[in-house]
């Protein structure tokens, strides 16, 4: 007998873990392209990140994923960083490396990915919401990319400078912090706004960034990076006010896409990951 029972083993920490629609995506993956590989979504406490990190490499996991909270502090726990990573101070996807893994983060990439297929990057102007490990992600890939100017909207000012100044020392990108007061007015020159905040994740689905709805304009492409649900109050308004929208399920296609590449080599199908998501909602 030839054929072996022991797959290849894979999978993402994260606390909350219920609506992460990751495994769905990635198992669809595995059997379009015949991989024996399989994906186990793990809700972990910051408390047990370590030991949920030591025992992964213990059963010989070829990789995993980290979502909110770990994408900062699995750094402390993992051999060392990628390139981009180092920059961006934060990871989403480990990939095995001897007794250990190299954290890499694929967050940006797949977003810069899935914006590019829409628009050319090069000199645009950035609004972004959200100055946190996604934020660090996007914020840093997209200034790599071409765009010429990024303003980092939010809440905590130590947080948004923080990353302002990251992107502005690091990266060829214009970086400025804006206050995130109530009704935040979008500037009229913006070319581009993105969601980088958990607002409008499931279970909370009607939440709404709290912004000035009228400086919304139809020329202004509007991304969100929220998945769970794709259309969005913000995806929805911004159609409904003629801009051109990119719904977070497109970046979370091209990470996992870009995961799978990392961990097996295989360049997978995109389309089957998309519409996987979709059958789950009928």
């Known amino acids: ?13 994260a606390m909350p873990a219920a609506e992460n629609p990751t495994v769905a995506i990635m198992e669809a993956a595995f059997r379009h392209h ?23 490499a213990a059963m010989g996991w ?20 990628g390139k981009s990573a180092e920059i961006i101070g934060a990871v989403n996807t480990m990939i095995a490396k001897g007794d250990s893994f190299v954290g890499e983060n694929t967050d940006g990439r797949g977003f810069v990915e899935a914006i590019s297929a829409i628009t050319d ?6 609004v972004m919401f959200g100055a946190g490990g996604a934020a660090r992600a996007l914020g840093v890939e997209l200034a790599l990319a071409g765009i010429s100017e990024l303003a980092v909207v939010n809440r905590s000012k130590q947080r948004g400078r923080d990353l302002a100044a990251l992107v502005d020392s690091k990266t060829p990108a214009r970086a400025d912090y804006l206050p995130w007061a109530e009704r935040f007015a979008i500037p009229r020159d913006a070319e581009m706004v ?25 020329n202004m492409l509007v991304a969100d990076g ?18 051109t929208v990119l719904d977070g399920l497109g970046m979370l296609v091209n990470v996992c896409a870009i995961c799978i590449d990392l961990w097996t080599g295989v360049r997978v199908e995109k389309q089957v990951m998309r519409d996987a998501v979709i059958n789950l909602n009928g």
């Not at 929220?226 to 801009?243: E, F, M, Q, W, Y």
């Open 194 to 218: 993105v969601n980088a905040t958990s607002i409008g994740l499931y279970p909370d689905l009607e939440a709404k960034l709290d912004i000035d709805w009228s400086s919304l304009e139809g």
């Open 62 to 81: 070829a990789g995993f994923n980290c979502s909110i909270p770990h994408k900062i502090a699995v750094i402390e726990h993992i051999a060392g960083l």
């Open 121 to 126: 990057l090069a000199g645009k102007k950035v």
């Open 1 to 13: 007998m030839t054929e072996t029972f022991l797959s290849e083993i894979v999978g993402s920490f």
């Open 34 to 56: 015949g991989l024996d590989w399989r994906y186990l979504n793990c809700e972990v406490s910051p408390q047990k990140l370590k030991a949920a990190v030591d025992g992964a």
């Open 226 to 243: 929220v998945h769970n649900p794709p259309n969005t109050h913000l995806i929805r308004s911004a159609r409904d006010k003629g801009c």
